[in-house]
């Protein structure tokens, strides 16, 4: 399985429960003692895919999750779904940009989380 | 053009407190900004068509709650009669929580401010750094003035530093703000910026305990659901990660007065804030111009802010060419590029190895994870699912 397949698979899963449930999930994913796991021991993809690719793979199948959504959304005469992705709202209304905020403030706007 | 995101105000170079870590050397000067400066900068931020949508304010270091709450009653007045019919202002304090009364709680609530206390855990932890001048733990009076915030309603989030010594605590750091009834954290690292030299950054293993504190932290997280209900760096990694193909990325820090600073004297920086303060011969001291003499529509065109953007944007090259994470980040932080590599025309430093790449490879070892336990191929069960927070 290709990884864009394998991260669709898992992310058509875990979204309808939102950015927060997709948070929670993967937090709760965690190996067992993951504070005593030595990293080396932790699952990881970066010895066969480099980091690139699989960040490459996880925004096409994010990119494919929302396409299907809002297809299957116009085919019923509905609105989209809710924003699921982090601030990345459905069918592709990418109204705001992906900032990198300066680390010495939290930026309290509205525009990054949707719960 | 350039567009005003964020507007960081020193309004005073004072702080109350001296904590071991601090990089601005001025912190024990008590000068305070003239009315008159601050009126020059709104009014020529208001002017200059570089605001968007809306415009942050953030009211930063010193300390900004050594002046006082009639200080900030009339600047904001002065903002809101400046400021376009229609623009929303956001103003965000970023205190050490130690001066936090309740008059201050009153006045936070009464203009809707949004504030950050810089707290570093529990008191064993926190009072190893962050200390008067008298060398006493800052501790007890940071917590009161968080919880005057509790007892008022106030929201906030904190502002943790990591040293070698938090970061072995995962566990501790959550029950402490658990107990607190903290539920909303970032997590900043001992860098090293200006003339101090992170101890952490020198330690054996220090990325790797980066990803285990994260690591143990969400996993905490996720199995109290609802009582941390933010924390930045594991969102920031999200968002970052989990995008669209479409979406590209807008690296705030290195574009020309997206992030403006000015000082108490209404000298103007731009790019990484913590840059105006510190000294460096090579770009001025990093002071572009001062509104109180210049136009800030004129400082777009300086030679020292053209240089200044062509080391960053050459900086931001290298990070594209070699950096398997540029994605996620757009080519770093230039105030960390020039304190440990000595340039910002540099790549890799260990800051972004620790907060970008390490929470980057976090995430997606987690999908990872999860896709084997969809998949058959992860031996261990799938974790529960959680109810969602309300």
């Known amino acids: 399985m290709s990884l864009r397949l394998k991260y669709q698979t898992v992310l058509t899963q875990l979204a309808p429960a939102g950015a927060v449930g997709v948070s929670l999930a993967l937090g709760a994913a965690a190996p067992a003692a993951a504070s005593q796991a030595p990293v080396d021991t932790q699952p990881s993809a970066t010895d066969k895919d480099k980091v690139s690719e699989r960040l490459a793979a996880v925004r096409d199948a994010v990119t494919a999750i929302d396409q299907i959504r809002t297809d299957a959304a116009k085919a019923e005469g509905r609105l989209a779904w809710g924003n699921w992705g982090f601030g ?28 | ?108 609530a009464e203009a809707d401010i949004a504030v950050g206390v810089s707290i570093d855990g529990p008191q064993r932890l926190h009072d190893r750094n962050r200390i008067t001048r008298s060398g006493r733990g800052t501790f007890d009076k940071t917590v009161a003035g968080i919880r005057r915030l509790k007892r008022h309603g106030v929201p906030f989030h904190v502002i943790s530093v990591l040293t070698a010594e938090s970061l072995a605590a995962p566990e501790e750091m959550f029950e402490f703000y658990l107990a607190e009834g903290i539920d909303h954290v970032c997590f900043n ?4 910026e200006g003339e101090h030299r992170s101890e952490s950054f020198a330690e054996i293993g220090i990325e790797d305990a980066y990803y285990d504190f994260l690591g143990e932290f969400w996993r905490l997280a996720a199995a109290h659901p609802g009582r941390i ?36 004297t209404g000298n103007i920086a731009t790019f990484s804030p913590e840059l105006l303060g510190l000294k460096n011969a090579l770009y001025n001291n990093f002071v572009l111009g001062n509104v109180n003499r210049d136009r800030l529509t004129d400082l777009a065109g300086t030679p020292l802010l053209l240089r200044m953007k062509r080391d ?50 976090l995430v997606l070892d987690r999908l990872e994870r999860m896709a084997g336990f969809v998949d058959g191929t992860e031996a261990t069960a799938a974790p529960e699912r959680t109810a969602p927070m309300v």
């Open chain 1, 88 to 115: 990345w709202g459905g069918g592709g209304g990418y109204g705001w940009p992906n900032w990198n905020n300066w680390h010495n403030w939290r930026n309290w706007g509205n525009w990054f989380r949707n719960w």
């Open chain 2, 1 to 108: 053009m350039p567009r005003i995101q964020l507007l960081v105000v020193q309004p005073t170079p004072f702080c109350n407190i001296d904590c071991r870590y601090c990089y601005l050397a001025d912190r024990a000067n008590k000068s305070v900004v003239a009315r008159e400066t601050l009126e020059n900068l709104f009014t020529q931020v208001f002017a200059s068509g570089w605001i968007d949508q809306e415009l942050s304010v953030v009211w930063h270091a010193g300390e900004p709650l050594v002046l006082p709450i009639a200080f900030y009653r009339d600047a904001l007045t002065m903002i809101d009669g400046l400021k376009p019919a229609g623009l929303p202002v956001k103003h965000s304090f970023q205190t050490n929580g130690t001066l936090i009364d309740d008059a201050w709680c009153d006045f936070i």
């Open chain 2, 189 to 192: 690292v001992e860098e090293s």
């Open chain 2, 229 to 264: 209900r933010f924390i930045r760096e594991i969102d920031d990694a999200q968002r970052n990660i989990f995008r669209p193909r479409e979406a590209g990325f807008f690296n705030q820090l290195a574009t020309p007065f997206a992030i403006t600073s000015m000082d108490w």
């Open chain 2, 312 to 361: 960053i944007d050459a900086g931001i090259e290298q990070c594209r060419a070699r950096c398997e994470y540029f994605s996620v980040c757009g080519g770093g932080e230039p105030v960390n590029k020039l304190f440990e590599n000595g340039s910002f025309a540099s790549a890799e430093t260990t800051y972004c190895r620790m907060t970008k790449m390490r929470a980057t490879d």
